[in-house]
């Protein structure tokens, strides 16, 4: 492929997003979901079986994943369409982007309505914003009900609140934001894994394990952030021994286990992302030097063993089951996240970044993404959270360190 320059590639990346906007306008804000297989009462059942007697289990969910597979439209006969937080947040923060990026008002209105959307939609039930997944999620713990906050969702809202602030100044977003640090703080339980790092829940049900690696990796940029934006030692504090414990639970090559319970020991590529995504968020509000040495060990092995042949991301460097597709768009997503948010200091990430950018098979004639490449073909079902909401927001953020070469420095709330 021809390389482009970097005008030339800002342009083109801009019109593949504006082909999206006009893609989003028509087709709505609903859409069906990676989990839409597993969300009704026949899949939760399956998958429930699945985790206590695997052999039967694996019978029962054969039929949703040979869809998945060969036929993943038909995701829409096992649960309905639905709107999601996390891919609500991620629409909020493209298009905030975007308006800065085109200074044109009406990308600031739709940001905007994508954060009101979020107040109506909050988790009930708790003192503090907070929001989770809209469908009952069958765990090996059991049933998580629908709107269980999540960890791993409610950083992205605050992070759309505060770009929004950060163009408007509304005092009503920078509360939602001090709410939302204050549920990050309260709500979550922690397990002690050495003297100054603690891991903490997935979700703040009681019993609820602790152990995954990027939900702790979450809360300790949440909690960064607002200690700054706040200035709350208290938020610091414990967003120090969860970011201590990140650090810890990396291993000697450089990778991230999904979980340090000793059973989910895979290695996938955007949880992957997610970890070093927060660390380099964090490594720019602070300086930490342990952010930095680990994340240039994560980098080293993130590019040995995360890409193909073909220099594209691959979903596993080690796998934890059977997979029927080939490439994720949620993968490319979190890699231009991440290669953005290092821009600079990685010449093999930069070439990579640029590589994937460039990628043209993703975008279909209606403006819409493919969510996944099969190994025969390809899934065209759009899915908001998996990860219609995730690549559009990487490309306006690509658009936007286009824009600003200073991207890489923090924005820091300017009281007014």
Not at 146 to 165: D, S
Request: charged share 25%; glycine share 6%.
């Amino acid at each position: 492929m021809m390389e482009l320059d970097q005008n030339s590639r800002a342009d083109e990346v801009q019109s593949e997003v504006l082909r999206f906007v006009n893609w989003l306008d028509g087709y709505g804000e609903i859409s069906y979901d990676h989990q839409s297989y597993f969300a009704g009462d026949f899949g939760r059942a399956a998958k429930a079986l699945y985790y206590k007697k695997p052999l039967l289990g694996t019978l029962a969910v054969a039929p949703m994943i040979f869809s998945e597979a060969f036929v993943p439209s038909a995701r829409r006969y096992f649960f309905k369409a639905q709107r999601f937080p996390i891919a609500d947040a991620h629409y909020a923060m493209g298009f905030a982007f975007l308006h800065r990026v085109t200074g044109r008002e009406e990308f600031y209105n739709r940001a905007v309505h994508f954060l009101q959307v979020l107040e109506d939609t909050r988790s009930p039930g708790y003192e503090h914003y907070c929001w989770g997944y809209p469908f009952h999620w069958e765990t090996r713990n059991g049933t998580m009900r629908a709107g269980t906050p999540l960890i791993t969702t409610v950083p992205y809202v605050y992070e759309a609140f505060l770009q929004v602030y950060e163009i408007d100044g509304n005092e009503r977003w920078l509360e939602i934001m001090r709410s939302i640090a204050e549920h990050a703080l309260h709500d979550y339980h922690e397990i002690v894994t050495s003297p100054d790092a603690s891991s903490c829940s997935y979700n703040p049900e009681p019993g609820e394990s602790c152990g995954v690696v990027n939900a702790s990796a979450y809360r300790a940029f949440l909690l960064t952030r607002a200690s700054i934006d706040f200035s709350e030692p208290k938020y610091r504090a414990v967003a120090d021994r969860n970011l201590n414990f990140v650090v810890e639970s990396q291993n000697p090559d450089g990778s991230w286990y999904y979980s340090t319970d000793g059973e989910r020991d895979f290695v996938d590529h955007f949880h992957t992302c997610f970890v070093m995504k927060a660390l380099a968020k964090i490594e720019g509000l602070t300086g930490n030097t342990k952010c930095t040495d680990s994340i240039e060990r994560g980098v080293a092995y993130y590019i040995d063993n995360l890409f193909d042949a073909e220099g594209l991301p691959k979903p596993f460097s080690r796998r934890p089951r059977l997979t029927v597709y080939r490439r994720e768009l949620y993968d490319c997503a979190e890699c231009v996240n991440l290669a953005v948010l290092l821009k600079g200091r990685f010449p093999k990430l930069d070439e990579i970044l640029d590589r994937v950018v460039d990628q043209k098979d993703w975008q279909k004639p209606d403006g819409s993404f493919r969510a996944r490449q099969l190994l025969i073909g390809w899934d065209n079902t759009p899915m908001h959270r998996w990860a219609q909401s995730q690549f559009f927001r990487s490309l306006c953020f690509f658009l936007y360190q286009e824009k600003h070469s200073n991207v890489e420095q923090p924005i820091l709330i300017e009281r007014r």
